[in-house]
């Protein structure tokens, strides 16, 4: 009589884990990232890069138009799985491969690093996506700058100047005023009502015909035409430049102080209420910084006898009292400044040359993807080695 041995915790382990290392799995998921590529590319005639990648690629799931297959309009769509799950089942899809099939041994080493490297790659896209943040900082000849600009959204922001050393800054984000309605806060001086939201605009030719809700402000002299969203293909405008007409009221009651036009077309606009001026302006959003640059020289050296540009470079004068530093900096092409977590690049510039455009990313992960094909790189030339190793030995032996 034989005695029955119970399976060990590994075997198990193994066992459970096995379904998940199907290299069929792979294949299916692979296949999937490809389609869902395809459809990511497709879907960039009719919405922006930036909400492509966040609603088809940092996602879990995402519902594609028919729409985007065909050029006439059509209705409907179709769920499907998003980036982040694809990536995420892939990356438990590869590391359960190696808990059950593959041995660690140095004929093997080149296959590991490749798929460490793959590893790597997959987890940058997500600490990028979760942390990478960029934007761009404008600085005008002479003039300083302590924020960045998000150019992807906006916000509708009431100062209170009255205070000579720091202005009392209350903002309202994008998500809210698109929803529109009232809003209330105790921050605010004034209730707000949202009268009409757009995600695109820009000024008519011809304004005679467009109804203008506007009773104050810069709105009673100039109108906006409300137009469809940038698209990835959009050659002539790179961002949306929304607008919305707001109508302030007093607080707790519905007497109107009058319905503003703002939008990024216009420049802020004084308000008169309770023996104060305020400014409200839709503006993109900012993040303020605990330092400042301040732009000494800009540099716009073209060819001579052309147009194309040869060189454009900023010098600026770095302030951060915090961390005691004030020092000068060039910054021009492929050699940007990197200073607190963040990478000043030289970007663009206004038309006149009156100034500066500097993108400005922080991502802590950008090194990721650099060490991943490295790793690949190496685990190829690893792996072809060996095998050239082996073969040149039988040959030698034969």
């Excluded at 993040?287 to 454009?312: A, C, M, Q, V, W």
């Excluded at 992960?365 to 690893?382: D, N, Q």
């Amino acid at each position: 009589m034989t005695k029955a041995t119970a399976p060990s915790g590994l075997w198990i382990a193994k066992k459970m884990l096995k379904p998940l290392a199907s290299l069929k799995l792979t294949v299916v998921l692979l296949a999937m990232a490809i389609l869902l590529v395809f459809c990511g590319s497709l879907a960039q005639r009719f919405e922006d890069n930036w909400t492509v990648v966040g609603t088809y690629f940092r996602t879990a799931f995402v519902w594609i138009p028919f729409q985007i297959f065909f050029v006439k309009e059509i209705p409907g769509a179709f769920p499907f799985f998003g980036g982040w799950l694809i990536g995420g089942v892939l990356l438990v899809n590869v590391l359960a491969a190696h808990a059950v099939r593959f041995k660690m041994a140095w004929p093997r080493a080149g296959i590991f690093l490749i798929h460490l490297g793959l590893i790597v790659m997959l987890l940058s896209e997500l600490f990028t996506g979760l942390f990478a943040r960029e934007g761009n900082m404008t600085i005008d000849i002479g003039g300083t700058s302590n924020y960045v600009e998000h150019m992807h959204s906006v916000e509708l922001a009431i100062v209170d100047p009255s205070d000579r050393k720091m202005d009392d800054i209350t903002v309202i984000p994008q998500s809210i005023l698109k929803k529109g309605g009232k809003i209330r806060h105790d921050l605010l001086p004034f209730d707000i009502m949202v009268k009409k939201y757009m995600v695109n605009s820009g000024i008519p030719k011809d304004p005679a015909w467009v109804q203008n809700p506007a009773t104050a402000g810069q709105g009673l002299k100039t109108v906006v035409l409300e137009r469809p969203g940038v698209t990835g293909t959009d050659s002539e405008q790179m961002v949306d430049m929304p607008s919305a007409y707001a109508e302030l009221l007093k607080k707790g009651t519905s007497e109107s102080l009058g319905t503003y036009l703002v939008s990024l077309w216009l420049d802020p606009q004084k308000v008169m209420f309770d023996g104060k001026t305020f400014e409200i302006s839709l503006r993109f959003k900012r993040t303020y910084k605990p330092y400042s640059l301040r732009l000494k020289e800009f540099r716009h050296d073209k060819y001579i006898g052309t147009d194309t540009p040869k060189n454009f470079s900023s010098l600026v004068r770095l302030e951060d009292p915090l961390r005691n530093v004030d020092r000068e900096v060039l910054i021009y092409m492929n050699h940007p400044l990197r200073y607190a977590g963040e990478t000043f690049y030289q970007a663009s510039f206004k038309p006149d040359d009156s100034a500066t455009i500097l993108q400005v990313v922080r991502n802590q992960g950008w090194f990721m993807p650099y060490i991943s094909c490295a790793m690949v790189v190496i685990g190829l030339l690893a792996q072809f080695g060996i095998h050239l190793f082996k073969f040149l030995r039988r040959r030698a032996e034969a």
